[in-house]
């Protein structure tokens, strides 16, 4: 049998601005994500849906969850590998595109991260470890679309 995890949260709605949804303007799309213990995420649309910019939205969250559970894994796989992480930097970038119905889709996301390693031996271990933490990543592997890497390695002191 297979393990199974549960996540809970609450999303409320805060947008009313009195009258409710009586229109596509009469509302915000500002919302907040709660967990209780946790600090609130405050949320909204993206701006191009009449969001707040100020907050992040559900696509910016998506790409951010793909990044941070590769992030993880890969942290994870080097640790037992003996590859000694000094610094991770990641720069994802999601594609999205919009259908004539008007909802939409990602198309891919790219994660770029930038990793620094104490010694130049454990470069060459990169590359797998990265297309590893890519197979075991609970996030990408519940999406639809590619996801791809496109890592820089650093060796600390040297800074290539």
């Known amino acids: 049998m297979n393990k199974t995890h549960k ?4 999303v409320k709605w805060t947008g009313n601005k009195g009258s409710g949804t009586s229109s596509y303007r009469a509302y915000d799309r500002d919302h907040s994500i709660i ?19 100020t907050r992040h939205n559900p696509e910016e969250l998506l790409v951010a969850s793909v990044s941070s559970c590769h992030m993880l894994w890969f942290l994870h796989l080097c640790s037992q590998a003996g590859v000694l992480v000094t610094d991770y ?69 040297k800074q290539n």
């Open 7 to 10: 996540y809970d949260l609450t």
């Open 89 to 157: 930097e990641d720069h994802p970038v999601g594609h999205m595109e919009e259908t004539r119905e008007g909802g939409g889709r990602f198309t891919e996301i790219v994660l770029h991260p930038r990793v620094t390693v104490s010694e130049e031996s454990m470069t060459g271990k990169l590359d797998a470890l990265h297309h590893r933490a890519g197979e075991l990543c609970f996030i990408a592997n519940s999406c639809n679309f590619p996801i791809r890497h496109e890592p820089v390695c650093l060796v600390k002191n």
């Open 35 to 53: 967990k209780e213990g946790k600090a609130d995420i405050a949320g909204s649309s993206d701006p191009a849906f009449r969001g707040d910019s």
